[in-house]
């Protein structure tokens, strides 16, 4: 026995080095089989004497690579001689008239699933089980077949990229940025790039992308992702949503083409013309903010009183104010939107300034006095928005200098940076750099009047000498340039070339309504005044003195009732 096992050894060797693992496998089996019949079981009990169609039809079936890899992990005994397919021995080693055909699939790793009967579906929902064209489905495998009872569930979860299914979706909101443009602020939230181009093709009729203004908010919703989605996710941009003004939202929806489109939707607003007064306490813009006036009034009201009042001097405690304006309101009341301011009235110390918003007939809108004379002085006593004054006119120790010295113009304390304005119309006679004035400006407004602009900090671009400028527009910006010990701005006003006390000179007045524009005015004035009146009186009434809408009807003529 030892010398036969020793002999074959030394074949299996000779084998396996020339023709490899299972050419040697083969040859050591026939060796064994000449030499040692007993030490083999017989070929017949490895492979059934019969076999069924069924187990032809599954293999078959099979993949070829399939059968391979069965067949290298599994070495069973065979005829070397028998080269049929139909006589290769079955994967399971028991005999299939022993097992139902039924039970096929169980046995790894088994045919494809396209030789597998599709699961039981009712036919009023066999076309929503339908796979996409192009997909491979699931809905052949045994051991995924839905119950009757939990179809209707397991398809509502396969709407996820269904635009119109709103719960399927993934909402976001943007706010635009300063340097923001539409595309960039879609794009950096996930929209893809053909989509964001089609969205703002679908709004240009609507919207101009130029008018994006910053702390905009930009809503927008996307498809939500495929459960069983392989790779990268691409989000799909259902909608899109924004609010351009108060009375208006833009909508931008997926069309079912793929494309998108956009419409509008107006915001349904109230107009109402209220008065509210208030007692002053520190300064006005606290006092009429603390009364619920909104921000874009009371600057209307500063602006205008402004000719006639030094808000920084004449304003005491005690002094009173009361404002009519039109106002906006949503469908609950909220403010939406300020209007016009209609009348204003200050009392500083026992003096009353008053002022009505007229519209004279060539269009012009302005604020007059009850003489018809228009607030709008030919020159600007404060220059500059929210500023301080830090230094009169008139004698001063020098900061720097250390010694007493005329000081021939008024100082308005005012970060870096802060925009100064022209006080009135006319032209550029210097601007640069002069002398312990640093960056200046000058501004020849008629025969008598200039005004001076010291210690800026840079000029607004375009200007030169000759450059025409008008009153309000922007000319330089707040500095430290020159002999200045911090920012701010150094106004002169000179008169005839002298400098006189900016605070004191009596400046020219505007226009002078008359005539037949004088008793329009007249008119106006006296409508404004019922309705202030009828306004006040409704007030009264109320239980907490809550601003009410007045009827029209006490000033029917009024522009504002109309």
């Not at 391979?68 to 397919?85: C, F, I, K, L, R």
């Not at 993934?170 to 443009?181: E, K, L, P, S």
């Not at 903010?289 to 005491?316: H, N, T």
Request: proline share 7%; net charge negative.
């Amino acid at each position: 026995m030892i010398p036969r096992i020793d002999f074959i050894g030394r074949a299996f060797k000779l084998h396996a080095g020339k023709c490899g693992f299972v050419v040697a496998a083969v040859a050591m089996t026939l060796l064994l089989r000449a030499t040692s019949p007993d030490l083999l079981p017989p070929v017949d009990a490895a492979v059934p004497h019969q076999r069924t169609a069924a187990d032809s039809t599954a293999l078959s079936t099979a993949p070829a690579a399939e059968t391979t890899d069965v067949a290298e992990a599994t070495p069973t005994a065979a005829n070397p001689g028998d080269t049929d397919s139909t006589d290769t021995p079955s994967i399971d080693a028991t005999p299939t008239d022993a097992a139902p055909a039924a039970e096929a699939e169980t046995v790894a790793p088994g045919p494809s699933l396209a030789a597998l009967p599709a699961p039981r579906v009712p036919d009023s929902e066999a076309a929503a089980v339908t796979a996409p064209s192009g997909e491979t489905s699931d809905a052949g495998r045994t051991d995924d077949v839905i119950p009757d009872e939990a179809l209707g569930e397991e398809l509502a979860t396969t709407d996820d990229t269904d635009p119109a299914n709103p719960s399927a979706a993934i909402a976001q909101t943007v706010q635009v940025q300063r340097g923001d443009t539409l595309i960039t602020v879609l794009v950096n939230a996930g929209v893809s790039h053909d989509d964001a181009y089609g969205a703002i093709e679908a709004l240009q009729d609507l919207f101009a992308p130029k008018d994006l203004r910053p702390g905009q908010e930009i809503a927008l919703t996307f498809s939500a992702p495929e459960k069983q989605h392989q790779g990268p996710i691409d989000f799909q941009l259902v909608n899109l949503s924004l609010q351009p003004s108060v009375d208006r939202d833009l909508q931008v929806t997926r069309a079912l083409d793929g494309g998108f489109t956009a419409f509008a939707i107006d915001r349904p607003l109230t107009h109402r013309t209220v008065a509210m007064r208030g007692e002053i306490h520190s300064s006005l813009f606290e006092a009429a903010q603390d009364a619920g006036v909104p921000v874009a009034i009371i600057s209307a009201a500063i602006k205008a009183l402004s000719y006639d009042v030094d808000f920084q001097r004449d304003i005491q405690p005690g002094d009173t104010f009361e404002f009519v304006f039109d106002r906006l309101d949503d469908e609950e009341g909220n403010l939406a939107k300020p209007g016009d301011l209609l009348y204003a009235s200050i009392t500083l110390s026992g003096k009353t300034y008053q002022l009505y918003r007229y519209e004279m007939s060539d269009g012009f809108v302005d604020y007059f006095n009850p003489k018809g004379e228009s607030v709008r002085k030919a020159l600007l006593r404060t220059p500059v928005d929210g500023a301080r004054i830090t230094s009169g006119y008139g004698m001063r120790n020098h900061p720097i200098l250390g010694y007493s010295k005329m000081h021939k113009g008024v100082d308005f304390g005012a970060p870096t940076g802060t925009p100064i304005f022209a006080a009135g119309d006319g032209v550029i006679t210097k601007i640069g750099p002069f002398s312990s004035y640093g960056n200046y400006v000058q501004i020849k407004h008629n025969t008598t009047y200039a005004t001076a602009y010291a210690h800026i900090s840079r000029f607004a671009k375009g200007l030169h000498v000759g450059s025409r400028v008008h009153q309000g527009d922007v000319i330089a910006y707040v500095g430290a340039t020159g002999r200045a010990t911090g920012p701010h701005l150094h106004f002169e006003v000179l008169v005839n070339g002298s400098q006189v006390n900016p605070t004191s000179v009596k400046l020219p007045s505007g226009s002078k309504l008359a005539g037949a524009e004088l008793n329009k005015f007249k008119a106006a004035m006296n409508d404004m005044i019922s309705l202030k009146e009828q306004i006040e009186a409704a007030q009264l009434q109320t239980a907490q003195g809550t601003v009410q809408s007045p009827d029209c009807s006490a000033a029917p003529n009024y522009p504002a009732c109309q």
